[in-house]
């Protein structure tokens, strides 16, 4: 299932895209929202399911707003230079495990919502990654195959990042990658069930029309398996915790001098397989 919010931001309405990829269907009278707890009730997913067969969901008015198809975000755990061809770009040697940083929850927004260039920023860039969504309480999880069970859905995030921020301004990553606005997610989440491989999807991005990004997630150091494994030996994870799991190489800080970091009105558009698009325009904070 393709699973959504749409409505003005704060007043977001649970939907369902429907099969034919156009309509929305109202899931308001089923569930009172799209989040962790829904992602962990098979119960709940079982009659969201039944209704959409039926066919018993009102349709929704078209032209809507997406919003974050992800109520009541958990934690963001996202991992670094986890494609080979950035770490090459970058020259950077391949890490030999997970790089593990985090995003604050409130850093996400709609998929197609504008995005804020941050005040004094000179370098802010764009990251397309494949999110996962967490659908079961994870802890100490002993295998791949496990880990995947605890998958409840997936989609297109934009780890957004001010590199000035995040690597000559001293201490940790963080102070490039919490930037308001700077975690755009969606436009669906769609269940893992409708994601037989994950290490298997095209992933683009370009930037006023021009492709920056083309690559595909078999090109990950450490696959989505192993990541939610991986993790989950250092922390708990609960159903509605968002991981972003690396972005592949053609990030404006690996591309020769001058470097084309966004500016305002530029506008950014990202596509993962399967999984929708987004389409932001820069704004100055």
Same mark, same amino acid.
């Given at each position: 299932? =393709?699973?959504?919010?749409?409505?003005?931001?704060?007043?977001?309405? !649970?939907?369902?895209?429907?099969?034919? #990829?156009?309509? +929305?269907?109202?899931? %308001?009278?089923?569930?009172?929202?799209?989040?962790?707890? +829904?992602?962990?009730?098979?119960?709940? $997913?079982?009659?969201?399911?039944?209704?959409?067969?039926?066919?018993?969901? @009102? *349709? $929704?008015?078209? #032209?809507?707003?997406?919003?974050?198809?992800?109520?009541?975000?958990? =934690?963001?755990?996202?991992?670094?230079?986890?494609?080979?061809?950035?770490?090459?770009?970058?020259?950077? &040697?391949?890490? %030999?495990?997970?790089?593990?940083?985090?995003?604050?929850?409130?850093?996400? /927004?709609?998929?197609?919502?504008? *995005? $804020?260039?941050?005040?004094?920023? /000179?370098?802010?860039?764009?990251?397309?990654?494949?999110?996962? /969504?967490?659908?079961?309480?994870?802890?100490?999880?002993?295998? &791949?195959?496990?880990?995947?069970?605890?998958?409840?859905?997936?989609?297109?995030?934009?780890?957004? %990042?001010?590199?000035?921020?995040?690597?000559?301004?001293?201490?940790?990553?963080? =102070?490039?990658?919490?930037?308001?606005?700077?975690?755009?997610?969606? !436009?669906?989440? *769609?269940?893992?069930?409708? *994601?037989?491989?994950?290490?298997?999807?095209?992933?683009?991005?370009?930037?006023?029309?021009?492709? =920056?990004?083309?690559?595909?997630?078999?090109?990950?150091?450490?696959?989505?398996?192993?990541?939610?494994?991986?993790? %989950?030996?250092?922390?708990?994870?609960? !159903?509605?915790? /968002?991981?972003?799991?690396?972005?592949?190489?053609?990030?404006?800080?690996?591309? @020769?001098?001058?470097?084309?970091?966004?500016?305002?009105?530029?506008?950014?558009?990202?596509?993962?397989?399967? $999984?929708?698009?987004?389409?932001?325009?820069?704004?100055?904070?």
């Amino acid at each position: 299932m =393709k699973l959504l919010r749409v409505g003005t931001p704060g007043a977001e309405r !649970p939907a369902l895209l429907d099969e034919d #990829g156009t309509t +929305l269907r109202d899931l %308001s009278g089923i569930v009172t929202d799209i989040d962790g707890a +829904l992602l962990a009730d098979d119960a709940a $997913l079982e009659r969201v399911r039944a209704a959409a067969a039926a066919g018993e969901l @009102p *349709v $929704l008015e078209a #032209g809507q707003r997406v919003g974050a198809p992800l109520a009541r975000v958990g =934690k963001v755990v996202c991992i670094g230079l986890n494609y080979h061809d950035h770490a090459r770009e970058t020259n950077a &040697q391949a890490p %030999s495990e997970p790089i593990i940083f985090f995003k604050a929850a409130d850093t996400v /927004v709609g998929p197609d919502d504008t *995005v $804020l260039i941050p005040r004094g920023s /000179v370098k802010t860039d764009w990251e397309i990654e494949l999110a996962v /969504v967490i659908g079961r309480t994870a802890r100490y999880l002993d295998s &791949q195959e496990e880990a995947l069970a605890h998958v409840g859905a997936y989609a297109v995030s934009n780890d957004v %990042s001010e590199r000035a921020f995040q690597l000559e301004r001293g201490g940790q990553w963080d =102070k490039g990658k919490n930037c308001e606005t700077f975690n755009p997610l969606g !436009p669906w989440l *769609v269940t893992s069930d409708e *994601v037989p491989d994950p290490q298997a999807l095209a992933m683009r991005l370009s930037v006023n029309g021009e492709t =920056k990004q083309d690559g595909t997630t078999a090109d990950m150091i450490f696959p989505v398996a192993e990541i939610v494994r991986y993790v %989950s030996q250092f922390m708990t994870l609960y !159903p509605g915790d /968002v991981i972003n799991t690396g972005t592949p190489a053609g990030v404006a800080m690996g591309r @020769p001098e001058p470097k084309p970091y966004l500016r305002a009105g530029d506008v950014m558009e990202l596509e993962i397989e399967g $999984l929708g698009t987004q389409r932001q325009q820069l704004k100055d904070a």
